[in-house]
């Protein structure tokens, strides 16, 4: 077994369904998130998390998780806002090796929030990303249309 694959041990109480989130919190102290999003040297996407409630959130870059014992590498690197739990240091998986990572524990069923960037021009995004096998299943016109012989809906 090697050092990576080591997932963090659970923690005061067993959670059946417990995943637990490896990566970096992007959240200044200010609760604002700097993206850079490639359009011109010195401009950023800001993401400002605020809780009139006292909801503490995190803009997390997620490189992996651990779940059932088993850690996970994801293939991107994904931006998610969490709720909830607080971030504490990795431990486990690898990502214990370096101080920045941290690790968020949160259950199969909590609400999560992606940010999905991506940069091209807009033939890219809109023409080609609607091209017929890119598109998502819900958005083609679903028919049925049955055939019959004479009533029948087969050849005996």
Known sequence: MTYESIPAPSGPRYVADEIILYGIDLNDTNDTAHIDVGFAKG???????????????YTV???GYAFEGHCYRLDTTRIFIITGPIARPAVGCGFDKQEKYQMWRITASTQILEISTAFADARALILEAQ?????????Y???????HRGGRLSND
């Open 43 to 57: 401009t950023d996407l800001q993401l400002k998390l605020a809780s009139n409630v006292g909801i503490t959130a």
């Open 131 to 139: 091209l017929p096998g890119k598109r998502s299943p819900s958005s």
């Open 141 to 147: 016109a679903i028919t049925l249309r049955m055939a």
């Open 61 to 63: 870059l997620a490189y």
